[in-house]
């Protein structure tokens, strides 16, 4: 079974979901800010489950100015093949629902191969910078 997860159910389902979120973390957000956004709703939650969770989705709603997008950004779980459609047909249903323009998936290079009727668009490059903390003593 394919659901969204209200925010009032959270804490009957974190304790499942956090390990697989946790997963899919990279260092720009940790379990905290995951579950800090889905408590504000500035974060969706898309969960499969068969007597346990088997997948968690995270969606945000973006609103650029020319265009209002459903962006999945993290997602972990066990069986994809099992959950992977449907749980995509699910987000385009809440995306038109709340007349997104499209769906958006930020994820590693191997979902490309796992999403159907999805175009790459862009490559996303990134680059850490180091800062040198530069101390000036007023005499």
């Given amino acids: ?68 997008i459903c962006r999945y950004f993290l997602a972990g779980g066990n069986n994809m093949d099992n959950w992977l459609e449907p749980i995509q047909q699910t987000i385009e249903k809440f995306a038109k629902y709340n007349n997104c323009d499209a769906v958006e998936v930020a994820g590693r290079k191997g979902w490309a191969k796992k999403l159907k009727g999805y175009e790459q668009k862009v490559y996303l490059f990134s680059k850490e910078l180091s800062w040198v903390k530069v101390v000036i003593q007023v005499v």
């Fill in 1 to 68: 079974m394919i659901t969204q997860v209200p925010k009032e159910d959270l804490h009957l389902i974190w304790n499942e979901v956090e390990p697989l979120i946790k997963k899919a973390l990279d260092d720009t957000y940790s379990a905290r800010d995951i579950l800090d956004g889905l408590v504000k709703n500035s974060f969706q939650l898309f969960i499969s489950w068969e007597n346990k969770v088997e997948s968690a989705v995270i969606t945000e709603v973006v609103q650029y100015p020319q265009k209002k």
